[in-house]
């Protein structure tokens, strides 16, 4: 299966040319990325209530490529393609604006203060995530790690592409309605209930 499907639902980044998403998915009303999908329940969950949505999805782990392509195969899902590589690579070799929404849920969460700079949520990546994102976009991050909570929601508001949707204090400890648990949120490994922070981008003005 990794070796005839996956090379036809890869995503085709290349370094010398930015890639319109549009052209994987003429018929899409939206596209949407997430970066680190794990084992995969989430984007594969989305791609299945959604399936006027085109999905662009990043894993570097093997394991988890393989789960969803299992999925995208046993739901005959037609509007996922994968990046089986670093999703950082995957945002730099997109067009400008060309992404709705985009997911980084419970990303890797290095507790240690020595390998919190590898954390994906860095202000570099903020502007590359930026660049790619459409006005009026929306951005979920989710994590159940207080320090990368408030790290990631520090980075987030010094940004000023993107703002927080939070009406009330408590909006961020309530699972959205739209959200699909997967199992390695479901362990319950981090420090503190899973948090979620939407944001729409602006202009960045
Ligand atoms: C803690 S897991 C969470 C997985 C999933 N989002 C979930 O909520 O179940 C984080 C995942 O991000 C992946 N990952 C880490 N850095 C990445 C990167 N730069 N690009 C793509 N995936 C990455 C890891 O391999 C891992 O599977």
């Known amino acids: 299966m990794m070796d005839e499907l996956l090379p036809k639902l890869t995503v085709p980044i290349k370094a010398d040319a930015w890639l319109d998403p549009t052209m994987l998915f003429p018929a899409a009303r939206e596209i949407w990325l997430e970066i680190g999908f794990g084992g995969g329940e989430h984007v594969s969950g989305q791609a299945a209530r959604h399936p006027e949505i085109g999905i662009l999805a990043s894993e570097v782990f093997f394991e988890g490529v393989a789960k969803l392509l299992g999925q995208v195969e046993d739901a005959g899902l037609t509007n996922i393609r994968i990046w089986p590589e670093d999703g950082r690579e995957l945002v730099d070799g997109l067009n400008d604006h060309c992404i709705d929404r985009a997911f980084i849920l419970f990303p890797d969460p290095w507790p240690k ?69 997967t199992r390695y949120q479901m362990k319950r490994l981090g420090d503190i209930e899973p948090v979620y922070f939407d944001f729409i981008v602006g202009s960045g003005d």
Request: no cysteine; hydrophobic share 40%; aromatic share 10%.
């Open 113 to 181: 203060a020595r390998h919190q700079k590898r954390r994906i949520i860095q202000p570099d990546f903020l502007d590359a995530l930026a660049r790619v994102m459409k006005p009026g976009g929306r951005v979920r991050f989710a994590t159940d790690v207080r320090s990368y909570a408030d790290e990631a929601l520090e980075r987030f508001l010094a940004h000023s592409a993107f703002d927080w949707t939070a009406g009330r204090a408590d909006d961020w400890r309530r699972t959205p309605d739209d959200h699909i648990e």
